[in-house]
């Protein structure tokens, strides 16, 4: 198994370890199966909020959150449609109905586990959960040609002012086209909405040596290029725990959810759950190159002066040449560019 790499930043401000916690997507199993071997690893019991959306609480961890992915059967929206319709359901009945859009909607859209955070030092006790539920016969996002299934990793960022976020902002923007190539993202997602790309006239702004926002000018320019929640690196929780009402004038739209947070919200892996050679760790170990960069602002600047000599406006996607330049010249130092 690969080992769960550490960064090297390790503790945030007040001295404390950072946490980090997960958000896996796949198919396949029922909602009670998934809470049985959260329950089996960790303790703890069940408490359904609905039929589509459990917490685990009491586990040895914290509390875990299983749900079918879908705002439609999460809010019960289609309670509404049934009340305009002056459709009254028994109690029975409504639960037949539900179990019916439950079957109907897990060969559809995804269950997800999110995970507490953990400190990260004892994250690779997930690594049990992919195994349980890989051996359960989970289904990933190369399982159907339509699952864009995502892992997503919350790590606590270790400082809040906008020079130490501007540094992971840019470290990433720097590493994007290489941890792309590196994760081989399934065509699914390639075509989601869910992961799209920042545009290049953002990543050159940020990338300028010259750009020294302080963090009301770094939020404002972030959501003026990014009013959305479908960027592989979100950091919309880390602006909202920082300054919601600022988010919520600049994003003027009640359907963007946010769940603020003190983390970076790194949304580009695949969820490979039924590939027996896949960890969390390899996944992981990605987003711990951006977090190293993000500590050496002098390698990012000159970085950043080459990324913008040398990166294509041209390409389509992710620009191969770059991340092999990355691979070669910027990361062969940290033996970070294993694939």
């Known amino acids: ?35 049985g071997i959260i329950v089996e690893l960790y303790g703890g019991r069940p408490e359904p909020v609905s039929r589509f959306e459990h917490k685990i609480v009491d586990t040895c961890l914290g509390r875990f959150t299983v749900e079918i992915d879908l705002a439609l059967l999460k809010e019960r929206s289609y309670l509404k449609l049934l009340d305009f319709l002056g459709v009254e359901l028994a109690p029975d009945s409504l639960r037949q109905a539900e179990d019916a859009l439950a079957r109907l ?20 006790r997930l690594e049990r959960l992919r195994e349980r539920l890989q051996a359960a016969q989970a289904l990933g996002t190369k399982a159907a040609m339509y699952y864009a299934f995502g892992l997503q990793f919350n790590p606590e960022a270790p400082a809040l002012q906008a020079g130490t976020i501007l540094a992971y902002l840019r470290a990433f923007l720097l590493l994007a086209d290489w941890l792309e190539q590196r994760a081989q993202i399934a065509l699914a997602r390639r075509l989601s909405p869910f992961i799209n790309g920042f545009h290049q006239p953002y990543i050159r ?3 300028d040596p010259d750009y020294a926002p302080d963090l009301a000018r770094l939020i404002d320019d972030y959501i003026a290029a990014n009013p959305t929640r479908n960027r592989p690196l979100d950091l919309l929780p880390l602006f909202a725990h920082l300054d919601p009402e600022r988010v919520a004038r600049g994003l003027d739209d009640a359907k963007v959810k946010i769940n603020p947070r003190p983390t970076f919200h790194y949304r580009l892996p695949n ?15 990605g987003w711990v190159a951006v977090d190293d960069l993000a500590q050496d602002p002098t390698k990012i600047r000159r970085m950043s002066i080459d990324y913008l000599e040398q990166r294509s406006l041209l390409a389509v996607g992710y620009d191969e040449q770059w991340a092999a330049r990355v691979a070669q010249e910027w990361l062969s130092d940290q033996n970070q560019a294993s694939a």
């Open 105 to 124: 909607a897990a060969t559809l859209v995804p269950h997800e586990i999110a995970s507490p955070p953990l400190p990260i030092t004892e994250a690779h």
């Open 1 to 35: 198994m690969d080992t769960f790499p550490l960064p090297r930043r390790l503790h945030n401000a007040a001295g404390r370890v950072r946490t980090l916690g997960i958000e896996l997507e796949f198919a396949g199993l029922e909602i009670a199966d998934i809470d």
């Open 205 to 207: 702004a940020v990338l």
């Open 271 to 285: 969820s490979l759950i039924d590939d027996p050679d896949w960890t969390l760790a390899r996944e992981w170990a």
